[in-house]
């Protein structure tokens, strides 16, 4: 069942103060690029911007937290040891969206997979993406209510979720198996009216080998 790997948690987050890391994101917040070109994203109307655990001393214990809820390692580093990624803030004003995707970084991406996994091969394979392995699941935190529009959509699997100050949602991005889990494409629904803030919390795969064990089974 999708509820297996869709884990959909309505949790208040008492070691988290939602207003002061809304002033901490105001104050970091820049528009989504893509590409060296630095090319405006058309797949995403949103501000986006990076918050790692030593900006804040919040952010530790947030991680702490999703750890404690999913059984999985989120620690933060910058080598291949990472089982977590910074925490990424988004806003999305009137009309903000993001287009129906993946999170996978190269497990859905042929060309990536033969030439950058699971030994780099070239020097466009970036060690930071590939090393730690894929995103295996994604933990969104919701900051804040959205009066209208806003939702979580998982097309695959028929359901969405509402944006809700103080919840959150978690899924898996990949199958017991490796393989890319399919039910986890998803996209945020425009902004009809008010404002939405997400957080992300992207935990990598070689971390967690132990605490998610793989298995051969093709249906898993």
């Known amino acids: 069942m999708f509820l297996d790997m869709v884990l959909y948690f309505w949790i208040r987050l008492r070691y988290m103060s939602i207003s002061s890391l809304l002033r901490l994101k105001v104050s970091t917040i820049q528009y989504e690029r893509l590409g060296e070109n630095s090319r405006t994203s058309t797949l995403r109307v949103s501000h986006t911007a990076w918050l790692f655990n030593g900006s804040h001393p919040m952010l530790p214990r947030l991680a702490q937290r999703v750890a404690q809820i999913t059984g999985l390692h989120v620690y933060e580093s910058f080598d291949d040891t ?28 042929p060309v990536k997979m033969k030439h950058c996994w699971p030994v780099l091969t070239n020097d466009t394979c970036e060690r930071f993406v590939f090393l730690p392995g894929d995103r295996i699941a994604t933990w969104m935190f919701y900051m804040s209510d959205v009066t209208a529009g806003g939702r979580t959509s998982f097309p695959n699997a028929g359901v969405s979720a509402p944006a809700v100050r103080g919840s959150a949602v978690f899924w898996y991005n990949t199958k017991l198996n490796g393989q890319p889990n399919h039910q986890s494409l998803h996209g945020g629904c425009p902004v009809l009216m008010g404002e939405k803030w997400v957080a992300n919390k992207w935990i990598r795969e070689n971390a967690n080998f132990l605490r998610r064990p793989c298995t051969t089974d093709n249906d898993q």
């Open 82 to 109: 990472m089982a977590g990624e910074g925490l990424q803030v988004l806003n999305y004003g009137i009309g903000g969206f993001y287009m129906a995707h993946m999170d996978l970084l190269f497990r859905n991406d």
